[in-house]
């Protein structure tokens, strides 16, 4: 270490940092968090758990969540993989609508009252906030969500102008989150219906120029529990965290099963 | 080796849902797309039967005052008015049938009540259309007593006939 000797040693730094930009300077708040638990091992009846915490201006429900969960109560159970809102792992009803809970900063929810987590609603709860997805999953695979061509497999990829694929875009976007499925008051009443989230998918080959088989998706679709047990009450459209004008897609389906038929 | 005997794999789960998901595959052909078409157009054409209706009635002439047996006996006395009463009437009981059918089958939960609740809608949409249709068509304003001579409740118009 003998250079040091000719070297000027370095002085402490000229950056000053501020309070601002540090990580003092997100604000906290506490939060009542008030979720539905349901723990089919100890009990039949549902109800409701509360934790008053404290959280950051930067956090998210599932944050709060986590929470919980990892210093709290370790049986709370709920879904998330990814926690970006691109999963579609961690629907649930935050204050009575179907949301993400990775993509729901709690500064932007009402923190003057408890914020209340459920589980999404016309699934069967398996504990907490984690339902069965099957149902939802059985109908999505009755559309048939895959692309189907007649034609001879191609050597290269299958060409498509920039129109045709304008055409569906807005159904390309869904995470089968099952948001908007379980927000759908028609679904609720008995759970025969296909639900917007098959139909978004079905309009996602049925309008794909590339697809050969949007005639058996629209007869299928044309079903007593298809496109036309759609009330219109869009709550499929607000549910979506995509997005997705779903109601829309709905209707431009209903309307290609009709020309199909006149 | 067995397991490559299978050509399919089961799906994950398989049978374990809950049976109330599960769909009927009996077809049910295009009734719900036609149900929905005529929910549609029956609307529309409804909204100019039913203003012109309530126009005619109530807004034309001495307007609600006018309306009596005999303002009704008149407008029947008219095949125009008798076909627009009775497409009024038919359309708007068919109509409305559709809708409440509609609720019956998305809030009856049991498929007992379903059937019962649709069947007493069925038997008053046929009792209504029928007696309905049949008051259009056999009104008769200018009624006589056995000997032929006007009643005293007949309306002005059957002096003249």
Not at chain 2, 117 to 123: C, D, E, G, R
């Amino acid at each position: 270490m003998s250079h040091t000797a000719t070297e000027p040693a370095e002085g402490p730094s000229k950056v000053t940092l501020g309070e601002q930009g540090g990580a003092g300077a997100i604000e906290s708040f506490d939060v009542t968090l008030r979720v539905r638990r349901y723990l089919p091992e100890s009990s039949e009846e549902s109800y409701w758990d509360e934790w008053k915490i404290t959280m950051y201006g930067t956090d998210r429900v599932l944050d709060a969540l986590h929470k919980v969960k990892w210093d709290l109560d370790g049986t709370l159970s709920f879904r998330r993989s990814c926690a970006h809102g691109v999963c579609g792992s961690d629907a649930m009803r935050i204050n009575g609508r179907n949301r993400l809970a990775c993509k729901t900063l709690l500064k932007d929810l009402d923190l003057s009252k408890p914020i209340l987590v459920e589980p999404i609603k016309g699934l069967p709860v398996e504990k907490d906030l984690i339902v069965d997805m099957d149902p939802f999953f059985q109908s999505y695979r009755e559309i048939m969500p895959f692309l189907i061509n007649k034609g001879p497999e191609p050597t290269k990829e299958r060409l498509q102008s920039a129109e045709d694929r304008e055409r569906f875009d807005d159904t390309t976007k869904c995470i089968l989150c099952a948001a908007c499925t379980s927000s759908c008051p028609v679904f609720w009443t008995d759970g025969q219906y296909f639900g917007p989230a098959a139909i978004v998918n079905a309009h996602r080959f049925i309008f794909d120029s590339r697809d050969d088989a949007g005639d058996l998706r629209l007869e299928i679709l044309n079903d007593k529990e298809g496109v036309w047990r759609c009330r219109t009450t869009f709550n499929c459209t607000e549910a979506c965290p995509r997005g997705i004008q779903v109601t829309k897609a709905i209707a431009e389906v209903k309307q290609a099963v009709l020309a199909g038929s006149f | 080796m067995s397991a490559t005997a299978d050509s399919t794999i089961a799906a994950p789960r398989t049978g374990r849902i809950d049976p109330k998901y599960t769909r009927d595959r009996t077809k049910t052909g295009n009734f719900e797309m036609l149900a929905w078409l005529f929910m549609r157009l029956s609307g529309i054409v409804l909204v100019v039967l039913i203003f012109v209706h309530l126009y005619s009635n109530l807004m034309v002439g001495d307007g609600i005052n006018g309306l009596d047996f005999g303002f009704v006996a008149g407008k029947w006395a008219d095949p125009f008015w008798q076909f627009w009463d009775l497409a009024m009437l038919w359309l708007a009981m068919l109509h409305g049938t559709n809708g409440v059918r509609t609720i019956i089958n998305d809030y009856a939960e049991r498929d007992g009540v379903r059937f019962w609740l649709k069947m007493v809608l069925y038997a008053a949409t046929t009792v209504i259309i029928v007696l309905g249709t049949l008051v259009i068509f056999t009104f008769e304003p200018c009624l006589t007593d056995a000997a032929g001579n006007l009643l005293q409740s007949s309306p002005a118009f059957c002096e003249t006939l």
